[in-house]
Nanobody, 126 residues
Framework: EVQLVESGGGLVQPGGSLRLSCAVS????????IGWFRQAPGKGREGVAA????????YYADSVKGRFTISRDNAKNTVYLQMNSLKPEDTAMYYC???????????????????WGQGTQVAVSS
């Protein structure tokens, strides 16, 4: 059974940091791309970052470039999203998702991802 489990969310003040984790099981880790998405209340789900777990390609949304870093630990079958300099507009439910394909054009499309986690809440507020 394919499972993606997010953790690490919470409440943080503006300018603070959080590290989200996405633990993956049920499929060969290095053969998939993992993306991080977020959804704020009343808004659509948007791509934040994505990584090909086999190495190489990494993509970021313009809104998080220079503040967020996606990384992987193949030994732990886990993908991380380090979020620094957090802003109130980063408040959202954050999801990780798995795809068998990754490209610079389609990485942020929800429809490209086959499997999804349940999400972890991030709130940025003073």
């Amino acid at each position: 059974e394919v499972q993606l489990v997010e953790s690490g969310g919470g409440l943080v003040q503006p300018g603070g940091s959080l590290r989200l984790s996405c633990a993956v099981s049920g499929f060969p880790f290095s053969t998939y791309a993992i993306g991080w998405f977020r959804q704020a209340p009343g808004k659509g789900r948007e791509g934040v970052a994505a990584i090909w777990t086999g190495g190489g390609s990494i993509y970021y949304a313009d809104s998080v470039k220079g503040r967020f870093t996606i990384s992987r630990d193949n030994a732990k079958n886990t993908v991380y999203l380090q979020m620094n300099s957090l802003k109130p507009e980063d408040t959202a439910m954050y999801y990780c998702a798995a795809s068998t394909f990754l490209s610079g054009v389609s990485w942020s499309r929800v429809s490209m991802y086959n499997y999804w986690g349940q999400g972890t809440q991030v709130a940025v507020s003073s």
